[in-house]
């Protein structure tokens, strides 16, 4: 048996995120690693559409990737990105997740687009991965390499939540680089 607290805070997450428990469709380990996988992927196939065929084109895949992995649709999204600063470093917006991911757009002047910095590479390591009925967490490090070999990392704390459809989609995007002194 999990513990309360565990139980509580999945609960109170799919209470905030506009989720109800989906019962027999709960969501796996296996599908929460599945979507992180696509939104790397999806980074990559962004940052490389930028790279040969121009901003347009990454744009057209950047919607498209945050309509397949982010649940605006659905409810709530919980966004605080890695680069994002005040006063715009928490968003709930599909409209500011797109600025970040591609920059270009006034109401968010200091986003130059995290997506098009020629990524090449995108790996996960995950210290924890809890689910619960329909709500998944992860938390851990997240490596980009771009197309000269180099490499950062960042901590990543997510949520996802598996739709009555069986989709699996992000609810919480909190991202940051690592403290160092």
């Known amino acids: 048996m999990k513990p309360a607290t565990q139980i509580l805070s999945a609960i109170y997450i799919a209470l905030i995120s506009g989720g109800a ?5 709960g969501i796996t380990v296996e599908e929460v690693i599945a979507t992180q996988k696509k939104w790397g ?8 559409a930028y790279d040969n065929e121009g901003p347009e084109a990454a744009r057209d895949i950047a919607i498209s990737a945050i309509d397949a992995l982010y649940n605006f649709d659905g409810g ?23 600025a970040y991911f591609i920059g270009d757009n006034p109401e968010f002047p200091q986003d130059s687009g995290f997506a098009l910095m020629g990524w090449r590479d995108v790996a996960f390591t995950d210290a924890l991965i809890f689910t619960d009925n329909n709500i998944g967490l992860s938390m851990g490090d997240v490596t980009f390499t771009d197309t000269e070999g180099n490499t950062v990392s960042v901590d990543k704390t997510w949520g996802f939540q598996k739709q009555d459809n069986g989709e699996v989609k992000m609810i919480i995007h909190h991202s940051s680089l690592p403290y160092t002194e």
Not at 21 to 25: H, I, K, L, R, Y
Not at 41 to 48: G, K, N, R
Not at 78 to 88: C, D, H, M, S
């Open 21 to 25: 428990f989906a019962g027999d469709q």
């Open 41 to 48: 992927d999806a980074l990559v196939e962004i940052s490389t």
């Open 76 to 98: 709530s999204v919980f966004f605080k990105p890695t680069l994002a600063q005040e006063p715009q470093r928490f968003r709930s917006t599909k409209e500011g997740t797109l």
